[in-house]
């Protein structure tokens, strides 16, 4: 089993929707967990960090399932400048700033 | 621009070849990180520095992939005897540790083609 398991792309939507990120991680013993974003041939950059109790970010949301080792990630109203490969990003046990781990990317493009 | 700076962006080189980039971090950045990447796939890590040890080197692909971070400032990475497996993009990271949930930066990356 990988690592890091993502949704396989691509994802294509019109603007306006919602689109729903689905990610599973193997390491029960993972502390912490992202969504980066990655565009065509630039690097990653973190979208957004996701906590057991769930955060907000504008327009996305993001969901950490401890028990189910389950991240989840959702953007409403989606834009055109949403389109992008978004990874799902585990760290490791230890919480010093161990290696991230990254899922293969789910890619999302937003129609007109 | 006071983010993660690597050089060359672009490496082109002939198979057999040794070549050489470079990852300068955040400037107040303890932690640095190499991660490479194929198409298709998402960043894999090769190794990491603390300061200038190097804490984790068992995910470098092969005797032919080195780094070094003499000064703990900046970093190297070197491929010997190059071979066409080896196009990929080289991505460095940084991170301060301690710092807000282990947050990494990445630099613009450095992509080889071997011919």
């Known amino acids: 089993r990988k690592e890091v398991e993502q949704d396989p792309g691509p994802f294509n939507v019109p603007e306006g929707a919602t689109v729903a990120f689905n990610c599973t991680y193997s390491n029960s013993a993972s502390q912490s967990f992202f969504w980066y974003r990655q565009d065509c041939r630039k690097e990653p950059k973190l979208l957004m960090s996701v906590y057991s109790s769930g955060n907000e970010d504008g327009r996305f949301t993001a969901q950490l399932n401890r028990a189910s080792q389950y991240i989840s990630l959702l953007i409403r109203d989606s834009k055109l400048s949403d389109s992008a490969t978004y990874l799902c990003v585990v760290n490791g046990a230890d919480s010093g700033n161990t290696p991230l781990v990254f899922g293969k990317g789910t890619r999302l493009s937003v129609i007109a | 621009d006071t983010g993660v700076s690597q050089n060359p962006r672009h490496k082109i080189t002939k198979r057999g070849q040794n070549v050489t980039f470079r990852c300068d971090p955040i400037s107040e950045h303890n932690r640095l990180y190499w991660y490479r990447q194929t198409l298709g796939q998402g960043p894999e890590f090769l190794t990491y520095?603390?300061?200038?040890?190097?804490?984790?080197k068992s995910r470098l692909l092969s005797d032919r992939f080195s780094a070094e971070r003499p000064k703990g400032s900046f970093s190297t990475l070197e491929i010997q005897r190059t071979e066409q497996g080896d196009s990929a993009m080289y991505l460095c990271?940084?991170?301060?540790?301690?710092?807000?949930?282990?947050?990494?930066?990445f630099g613009a990356g450095t992509r080889l083609s071997v011919l």
């Open positions: 520095f603390q300061n200038e040890a190097q804490l984790e």
């Open positions: 990271a940084s991170s301060l540790l301690g710092g807000a949930k282990n947050i990494q930066y």
